[in-house]
Nanobody, 124 residues
Framework: VPLQACGGGLVQAGGSLRLSCAAS????????MGWFRQAPGKEREFVAA????????SYADSVKGRFTISRDNAKNTVYLQMSSLKPEDTAVYYC??????????????????WGQGTLVTVSS
């Protein structure tokens, strides 16, 4: 289930970016999808997750109200709309496939397939 994340780049503080993650395979719509990020010298951290039907989402406190996760199962794609970006949002962002539950896990160990990451740099 290769995951291909894209959409990263350099943006000024206060700006916006939309990340996309395309998955292959016919079962994309049955899985939880999540976004994580890893800043230089820091551990990978949870950003957002969405259940298979998109009915339930969850966010890290640090991005709540600024980021929105969504998905288009017809396109096998999950998105992360990022607004009001801050320099501390600078990181490599990873999409990942979770399980088939109705919850939105926040631990990396709950996800089995990972994309290659896309770099987001927010300048002050």
């Amino acid at each position: 289930v290769p995951l291909q994340a894209c959409g990263g780049g350099l943006v000024q503080a206060g700006g916006s970016l939309r990340l996309s993650c395309a998955a292959s395979g016919r079962t994309f719509s049955t899985y939880v999808m999540g976004w994580f990020r890893q800043a230089p010298g820091k551990e990978r951290e949870f950003v957002a997750a969405i259940t298979w039907g998109g009915y339930t989402t969850s966010y890290a406190d640090s991005v709540k109200g600024r980021f929105t996760i969504s998905r288009d199962n017809a396109k096998n794609t999950v998105y992360l709309q990022m607004s009001s970006l801050k320099p501390e949002d600078t990181a490599v962002y990873y999409c990942a496939r979770g399980g088939t539950s109705y919850t939105t896990p926040r631990t990396a160990s709950s996800y089995d397939y990972w994309g290659q990451g896309t770099l987001v740099t927010v300048s002050s």
